[in-house]
């Protein structure tokens, strides 16, 4: 048994529709406890969210991933990374834009004196 | 039929098998997360590993500390900076071991982010297969490392912890119960069935430890 194997299942329709019904619902139950969940059931959860945010990324066109991409691990993690620095990229740039807002407000050029 | 229709037999078989052996491991990894125990057979008798409660993990505790004593006690267990320096004496070098795991780390996620932006399958093969020789190497690293190390305070310390989680969990059905395994520690370090003790370690990285 390897980790290969959750994932597959983690991707599953069957468990990828009982996962969004949970999210939504709140009633649905994945396991049978609770309470005191497994290293097995955590990793399972992770896997789960993942793959639901992979399969909203192809419902809205997002380059770079499609089907096949998502049935292969190594290409799964690679565009997982992908996204997380494509992401870290983002704040960077507004953050940027809005430095280059306050230099300029209103459009006015900024005039400075110097000192002697 | 000829040569071609048998190649194509033979290529629909391993296919099916395939997909059969997929599913099976499909329902392994259901049966693992279905709740937290995780039930196996070994020659036909019930046995589960479950998690510890919380009087067992105090227990545990307790183990902890009195081994972490009695280890420093001794003059002949080392701490793991204690070795890494006995190391460096003879030659190998431990820091320079992790700093290569570093490096290949960051030589992967490189190639991985080429990966995730290639979408020619000649591309998208060779990748693959860089990475996976680069995972490869990291692994031995990994492997050499935990080895050499294996004998320190730490790690003598965890593998007691283990042990010891492993002979409070192990359980075996009787008459439709579950009871324990083994009444004391001593019985199960002493237990000779080999597969009954990998598949508890085995089942049991599964429930607490977080590796892959």
């Known amino acids: 048994m390897n980790f290969h194997a959750l994932r597959k299942v983690a991707k599953s329709n069957k468990y990828q529709i009982l996962y969004n019904r949970a ?3 709140g009633t649905i139950k994945l ?3 609770d309470v005191n969940y497994t290293q097995a059931q955590i990793w399972f959860l992770y896997w789960l969210e993942v793959y639901s945010s992979l399969y909203t990324d192809l419902a809205m066109n997002e380059k770079y991933i499609d089907e096949e991409v998502i049935e292969d691990d190594l290409r799964t993690d690679a565009y997982i990374l992908y996204r997380q620095e494509k992401r870290k990229e983002k704040p960077k740039l507004e953050n940027f834009n809005k430095k280059k807002e306050k230099v300029t407000p209103n459009n006015i050029p900024t005039i400075r004196f110097r000192s002697k | 039929m000829n040569n071609e ?3 194509e ?5 391993n296919e099916a098998l ?3 052996q997929e599913w099976e491991q499909s329902l392994k990894a259901e049966n693992l997360i ?3 125990t995780i039930k196996f057979k070994v020659k036909d008798v019930d046995y589960r590993v479950r998690l510890p409660d919380s009087d067992e993990q105090q227990i545990l505790e307790e183990q902890q500390r009195r081994k972490y004593l009695e280890l420093v006690k001794d003059d002949s267990f080392l701490f793991r900076k204690q070795w890494i320096e006995q190391y460096k004496k003879k030659g190998i070098d431990i820091d320079k071991m992790e700093q290569e795991i570093k490096t290949l780390d960051s030589e992967i996620k490189k190639l991985l982010l080429k990966l995730a932006q290639t979408q020619d399958k000649k591309g998208i093969k060779e990748l693959k297969e860089d990475i996976n020789k680069l995972r490869d190497k990291q692994y031995q690293i990994v492997i050499e490392k935990t080895n050499l190390l294996g004998y320190s305070i730490e790690d003598q310390l965890q593998i007691h912890v283990n042990s010891y989680t492993a002979f409070l969990v192990l359980e075996k059905k009787v008459e439709n119960k579950w009871i324990k395994c083994f009444e004391k520690y001593e019985d199960f370090m002493n237990c000779k069935d080999v597969e009954l003790i990998n598949q508890t370690f085995g089942f049991l990285n599964y429930l607490v430890y977080n590796r892959e």
Do not use: C, I, Y
């Open chain 2, 34 to 36: 279905k709740d937290n």
């Open chain 2, 5 to 7: 229709q048998k190649k």
């Open chain 1, 23 to 25: 999210k939504n619902l």
């Open chain 2, 18 to 20: 395939k997909a059969l």
């Open chain 2, 9 to 13: 037999k033979v290529q629909v078989a």
């Open chain 1, 31 to 33: 396991f049978s406890n």
